[in-house]
T-cell receptor, first 110, second 114 residues
Framework: DQQVKQNSPSLSVQEGRISILNCDYT??????FLWYKKYPAEGPTFLIS?????DKNEDGRFTVFLNKSAKHLSLHIVPSQPGDSAVYFCAAYNTDKLIFGTGTRLQVFP | ETGVTQSPTHLIKTRGQQVTLRCSSQSGHNTVSWYQQALGQGPQFIFQ???????GRGNFPPRFSGLQFPNYSSELNVNALELDDSALYLC?????????????FGQGTRLTVV
């Protein structure tokens, strides 16, 4: 049972445009969500997080939106840069562990 | 710099063998979590060690075991390797069982079982 789902395995965006990565979850008890970025041959790197008491959190070019009623969150990257090309994982924090989605590979082209 | 290091970076083992993977946690962190990332999947939680004791386990069989040492470094041991154990194994260190939430990951160990 996949409790955290990323239904788009890949996304291609032109440099300067907005990238929107989506994530759905099934467990309404989840109350903290994180996004990680992963480059090849490296471990995941924390990007941004959001608590369920908020519906938006912003950090520079990165904004995460949370829709609790829809059990959906999204990561917006504006403007997208070639260095953003990586695999992005959505994760829910649940009793001392992270539950990850399957990832979305973002490619930002010039 | 995350400060979390894993060794070895790559490993090839034969089915039925045993393997030990190592992780040095970031300075000041007392918690290590291990994850398995199969090809095309997200990382799956194996178990967590907090102050040298297991503190939570995912859906992995007992042949996956671990240790945490007084300096908070950790080992993951897998016995009777199976082909499906081929994956990237990630360790993440955090402070106080990850309540700070932003765990720092190592670069992983790529295990191939043939």
């Amino acid at each position: 049972d996949q409790q955290v789902k990323q239904n788009s395995p890949s996304l291609s965006v032109q440099e300067g445009r907005i990238s929107i990565l989506n994530c759905d979850y099934t467990n309404s008890m989840f109350d903290y969500f994180l996004w990680y970025k992963k480059y090849p041959a490296e471990g995941p790197t924390f990007l941004i997080s959001i608590s369920s008491i908020k519906d938006k959190n912003e950090d520079g070019r990165f904004t995460v939106f949370l829709n609790k009623s829809a059990k959906h969150l999204s990561l917006h990257i504006v403007p997208s840069q070639p260095g953003d090309s990586a695999v992005y994982f959505c994760a829910a924090y649940n009793t001392d562990k992270l539950i990850f989605g399957t990832g979305t590979r973002l490619q930002v082209f010039p | 710099e995350t400060g979390v290091t894993q060794s070895p970076t790559h490993l090839i083992k034969t089915r039925g063998q045993q393997v030990t993977l190592r992780c040095s946690s970031q300075s000041g962190h007392n918690t290590v979590s291990w994850y398995q990332q199969a090809l095309g999947q997200g990382p799956q939680f194996i178990f967590q060690y907090y102050r040298e004791e297991e503190n939570g386990r995912g859906n992995f069989p007992p042949r996956f075991s671990g240790l945490q040492f007084p300096n908070y470094s950790s080992e993951l041991n897998v016995n009777a390797l199976e082909l499906d154990d081929s994956a990237l194994y990630l360790c993440a260190s955090s402070f106080d069982r990850g309540l700070s939430t932003e765990a720092f990951f190592g670069q992983g160990t790529r295990l191939t079982v043939v």
